[in-house]
């Protein structure tokens, strides 16, 4: 026989007493459930009651139960009225989009009430009922983000930047410091992407590992109480299909972190039943192979419940969080038999593609129908009651609408007369014709039905158009609009466009360059060397660094850039790991969020690609889309250019750059400029990735003295050779390349002066190229991207936006690699990847045309 198990002790979700054991089909009154206590339970009962007679104490104990089931119960009608609602409000166009977690309420609560200060949720759109009963989210809250409300007082989680349900804390407050996250209930910053919200659950997880198990890490008290927090993860079912997902689970099982993933269940993704999206339609059943045993060392517990379960799904989510909190042990809740009662989202009608005898089930299985019938059935409430509390929590969710969309509106509404003011009391008069278009605008602008800022100054800026010559004058109408316009860009910033990156003084932008220091008999050194030698004096004086990935432990990476360093401080803090690259960066996504420095190493750059997605969807926009409410210090380190074959030395910049803008990207040309490079972004907190050029670890250079203090600025070109008739820019591997070419070019008669630009973002903030080209008036851009990559990029940078385009006495030139992947071997490299003839020929093309008499053709 089925058991529900009702705790009548201490709740961490809200303060009440929660359930004890009750048979499913047995009577419920104050005897049983007092009598199901815990022994624990009844000792302290004893200590604290022992003055009170029994039949009183056990009176007290069930109206408290029924209390908080009643709350329950309205905290699950609040959740669905607001799904309801907000539907209604993008369907009558006051909202863009609408997708919510109707179906789920029930489960959701039971979850909730395990969810302590401390622990963490990476999850995804349709978890508003855990948020609200969490307390990490209001009615208000939820509605303002719906209609893009960017005030963050008013829209913590994301100002606006993502579309509804899209939940994120603040860890970071006004004065760009992290909060105490143990005082604190934490949600990363949702993303759309299915399952995109994996990999980061895992290092959310691994952070409370190192807390518990790393002494030098107690010090930092505000990220973690003994490693005593759980990662609380959730996904839908038909999520579980993507890799992402089976990556994490398995990365999860192998570390034996205390991480908890719920998979909402509710048979379909979208149009496409369950039969056809997993293995034998469970899965739990197709995770067995995972399943952890008493003896097995690795592995993941396993719990299944029916989402219209109340009773059950709160002894099971207390059941398996306690081993998971205590042990470190993750654990799989599948949640079945879930509903949506309005669809999967605004944009479609699940009416389409569900059966008249599906439909009908989902509403017989609805679980605040199934939770309103148990409620009845054990004598908890009445019919009158229950109707009174959906009603209440239905004018809750209403009144939260209507006061919400109010505020939302009302600073919109005055932008918008602040413009007709400017326009109507305007003293010049244009001509009929512009005065009857003029009004036009104003009238169809004071007429929108749903008011936006898209509305106001797209009619400003028509409205500038249509304004006369007798207009244009200081204090007149053109004037007055011109800089309204200005000015209400210049907000729209604020709104919409600002916190890319960091920009307090914890920018990376904002750390001063140190040199270099050489002692006077400095030995010239293999290049890995001087990585590996400053890792260790950066792990050496920060604890909070260490770094993660394929053969960095052991081996000492596969290039021997860590050798020695696992033996020296440990195998958490040079860590090996399994080939999962997304799950690697996910890793430190989530590390970083709780207060570390992670390195996260993906062995080749051409595997990077392994983590675009997690690098673009989720790291490159964690600051953006929380309105600089969160940040993830990760670097990600690689190695790249010019090895062998195809998946061995691409250079594929431009898909990197054109998606991972928030993410510094920074190209060295030898090893200690990467190390500079990452003492600098050690000293910020934003997120970077370095590509170490892989012929550069057996070249030799002169061994530095100040380890872990030497730092290259970033976004600042470097003039390695002045010259005054071309400026070659470049970087990475190339820069060797370049050398060659330049020195043959020397031999000609021709001064070529050659700029590393070190990184691509941020690419030259000074505008050092563009001086260059002012003096040479001709300039090439070379790498080993395909034609119209990374070169095009440079080009632009300097061309248009520096203004390069005016001091030109030649077209701009780029030389790059084939459009297809390098081919293998010395021969295929030549015929493939730009070398130093290339150059040449390149340079003294250019300066042929210019002098043909000095420089006649080769060919």
Known sequence: MTKFLLFVGHSTFNKKPNFASLDAYGELNRHNCSAMMTSKQKTEETISNDSQPKASNEALKFEEFRKEVLNDYRLAHLSRQMSVLARREVLNGKAKFGIFGDGKEVAQIAMAKQFRNGDWRSGYYRDQTFMLATGMTTPEKFFA???????????????????????????????????????SKNTSSDISPTAGQMPRLTGLALASKLYREQKELSELRQFSNNGNEVAFGTIGDASTSEGLFFETLNAASVLQIPMAVSVWDDGYGISVPVEKQTTKASISKALKGLEKGRRDQSGILIYEAFGWDYATLCQIYEDGIQKCRKDHVPVLFHIKELTQPTGHST????????????????????????????MLDKGLADESALDQVEEEARKEAVDAQKSTYAGYLAPIKQERQELIDIVELKHCICDAAREDEIKKIVSGLKNTVNLNRKEILS??????????????KPGGLKDSLRKWVHNYYESGKEKYNLFL?????????????VAPQYADDAPRVPGREIIRDNFNAVFANNPRVLTLGEDTGKLGGVNQTLEGLQSKYGEWRVRDTGIHEATIVGEGIG???????????????????????TLSDDLASTHYRTKGGQKAPVIVRTRGHRLEGIWHSGSPLSMVINSIRGIHVCVPRDMTRAAGM???????????????????????????????????????????TEGTDVTLVTYGSCVRIAADAISQLNDAGISVELIDIQTLLPFDTQGIILESLKKTNRIVFFDEDVPGGA??????????EQGGFYYLDHKPVTITAKDHRPAYGTDGDYFSNPNAEDVYDAVYAIMGEAYPDKFSSIY
């Open 459 to 472: 009619s400003a800026r028509k409205i500038l158009r249509h304004v006369c010559v007798s207009c244009d």
């Open 347 to 374: 944009s479609g009608s699940h009416e389409r593609y569900k059966s008249e005898e599906r439909l009908k089930w989902e509403k017989e299985k609805d679980c605040l129908v199934q939770m309103r019938d148990w």
């Open 591 to 613: 590390l970083a969020l709780r207060g570390l420095r992670p390195i996260a190493e993906i062995q080749y750059f051409d595997y990077l690609l392994y983590t675009l997605h």
């Open 678 to 720: 990452y003492n600098t972004i050690l000293e910020g907190e934003d997120p970077a990735l370095v590509i170490e050029p892989l012929n550069g670890y057996r070249i030799r250079e002169k061994q530095p003295s100040n380890w872990g203090e030497f730092r290259i600025p970033l976004g600042i070109p470097e003039i390695i």
């Open 145 to 183: 983000m719906l209609y893009g409300e960017t005030r963050t007082d008013l829209n913590p989680d994301n100002g606006g930047r993502s579309m509804n349900n899209h939940f994120g804390t603040r860890l970071i407050d006004t004065n760009n410091q992290w909060i105490d996250q143990t005082k």
């Open 501 to 513: 990156y960091d920009e307090s003084d914890k920018s990376p932008l904002k750390v001063a360059p």
């Open 791 to 800: 070169t095009a990029y440079m080009m632009q940078k300097v061309i248009e």
